[in-house]
């Protein structure tokens, strides 16, 4: 026997070229995949390059239509969900898989109950479960019902019974698209505790700064193929987008120099429902594109939805091309030229169950509506054309239901409904979260075309690399307050972070 072929060389799981059609798409084309024992692989690619169907296939969701797996280097078959987890792999999904309405304890051994006397062993439950929630640092009872825990901690839940079930690979899909600083901090804490225990987790995910923290392996997928592979010391940031997309990260922003026009938006000791002891003045002009940077809890969400009139203003002006307007509702807002693509596309930039269609022209029907109030269906039709060619939105027609886009065509839909109300001023709060680099570029792109048209852009951002590499002039909050603003020829990482954290205090922080 070799000395590659040897047992402690030989990868726990492997996946040797697997292919997978659907009508019309291929999907996986000759991929592969090698996962060792208390690894942590980081499969990373563009939105529709093939990453969850792959999943899919080693969970035994989909069969694939060619290549093989192997386990411990002898070739397995796995048919169904139950045959996965049979084989120890567990799929831990984006959106949990959890009954909400049971206690933690009946989650973990949900389908496997134990029985005594033809009853479910409530106290095995009990005792067993806490062994296994002990395990991923959980500090809850196993009675408490699942849906009074946050997000956070239900997804320890899912990982507690994932180990229940003896896993020997977890998979983890965008664990933290959900998840706040702290809870992000407390699930990479349990991935690298599990990984000392010999468990194998292949994590996927768009933030890369994750993938570089936790990754001993990064395995890249671009259009259904294999793209490249970086071992842990060759792991950072501009490496992975180059193979993501094909290109350098140099690239990646597109920054032109824009000359601003007259001065769009004037907000002037404004008060927030949220922060109602802070006072905040700024201003963004025509063709300006100014970030908002900060920790989460530093109210620049908040700020937004004042600005919106989601949550109306407890004090202070704002004026909207030197005229002061009154903003108590999102349709004032819209009628002065505001439009907010709001952090949550799904429950609060969509309705996901109508078309792209539809979704297009929401923002536009009291606008378009006929007279005696009927739909204009002409002139839906053509915003829907104008928008999905502008926004270069992917979708197989108008009449698509927006749930089965990819989350960066979804985000384009977003913000086609509001271009096509023509806006002087554009609220982007998380523009691009949880969407992939290609998708991103996009959305960058879009943004300076429509700077140099004029619209004043005011983004939200956790994301640091996107304040630096977007914003013309950057905002910092913490707690409420704008502690500092800094020009481009300012912007940098510790500057920001000294204001984010309030080390720093501006002239505004008094």
């Known amino acids: 026997m070799s000395e590659d072929s040897s047992p402690q060389n030989v990868p726990l799981l492997e996946v040797r070229g697997i292919g997978k059609s659907f009508p019309g798409v291929r999907a996986l084309n000759g991929v592969d995949l090698s996962l060792h024992k208390g690894q942590v692989l980081s499969l990373i690619g563009e939105n529709g390059a093939g990453k969850s169907t792959l999943m899919k296939i080693l969970a035994g969701v989909q069969p694939p239509d060619e290549g093989n797996i192997l386990l411990d280097g002898a070739k397995v078959e796995i048919e169904s969900t ?63 019902l699942v849906g009074d825990l946050t997000i956070g901690r ?37 991935i690298k505790d599990l990984r000392g225990r010999g468990v194998s987790i292949i994590y996927i995910s768009h933030r890369l700064g994750e993938v570089k923290e936790l990754s001993d ?100 002006t704002v004026r909207i091309s030197d005229r002061e307007i009154f903003v108590d509702s999102p349709h004032s807002a819209i009628s002065a030229g505001i439009a907010l693509a709001p952090e949550d596309r799904k429950k609060q930039g969509l309705v996901i169950d109508m078309t792209v269609r539809e979704n297009l022209s929401l923002s536009a029907l009291r606008r378009d509506q006929r007279r005696a109030g009927f739909l204009d269906f002409s002139k839906e039709d053509e915003i829907s054309r104008e928008m999905i060619e502008a926004m270069r939105v992917k979708t197989p027609n108008e009449d698509q239901v927006i749930r089965y886009l990819s989350g960066g065509n979804q985000q384009k839909v977003v913000l086609g409904k509001w271009l096509a109300m023509k806006p002087k001023i554009l609220l982007l709060d998380e523009p691009t979260r949880g969407i ?6 996009e959305i960058y792109s879009l943004m300076e075309k429509l700077a140099e048209k ?21 905002l910092v909050m913490h707690e409420g307050r704008i502690t500092g603003e800094l020009a481009r020829n300012e912007l940098a990482e ?8 309030g080390s720093q205090v501006g002239d505004q922080a008094a």
């Open 154 to 190: 239900q997804q320890m839940v899912e990982i507690a019974k994932a180990l229940s079930v003896n896993s020997r690979v977890l998979i983890m899909d965008e664990p933290t698209s959900s998840l706040s600083q702290a809870e992000t901090e407390n699930l990479f804490t349990v």
């Open 217 to 316: 392996h990064v395995t890249v997928l671009r259009d259904g193929e294999n793209a490249g592979e970086l071992q842990r010391e060759e792991v950072d940031h501009e490496a992975m987008v180059r193979l993501m997309v094909g290109r350098d990260l140099s690239d990646y922003y597109e920054r032109k120099d824009r000359s601003k026009g007259s001065l769009a938006l004037e907000v002037q000791n404004l008060r927030t429902p949220a922060h109602p002891d802070h006072e905040l003045s700024f201003s963004v002009a025509s063709g300006e594109i100014v970030g908002v940077a900060g920790l989460v809890g530093a109210g620049r969400t908040e700020m937004l939805e004042t600005l919106f009139g989601v949550t109306p203003a407890l004090g202070g």
């Open 82 to 144: 139950r045959a996965a987890l049979d084989l120890g792999i567990s799929l831990i999904h984006q959106e949990l898989n959890l009954a909400t309405n049971l206690s933690v304890g009946a989650n973990v051994f949900l389908g496997r109950e134990p029985l005594r006397g033809g009853f479910i062993d409530e106290s095995t439950i009990r005792t067993e479960s806490a062994k296994f929630l002990e395990m991923v640092g959980l500090d809850v009872a196993p009675d408490v």
């Open 436 to 441: 992939d680099v290609g998708a991103k570029s």
């Open 494 to 501: 510790e500057a920001i972070m000294r204001l984010a954290t």
């Open 454 to 474: 004029g619209v004043a852009i005011l983004f939200v951002s956790s994301e640091m690399e996107e304040v630096l590499g977007m914003a013309d002039r950057a």
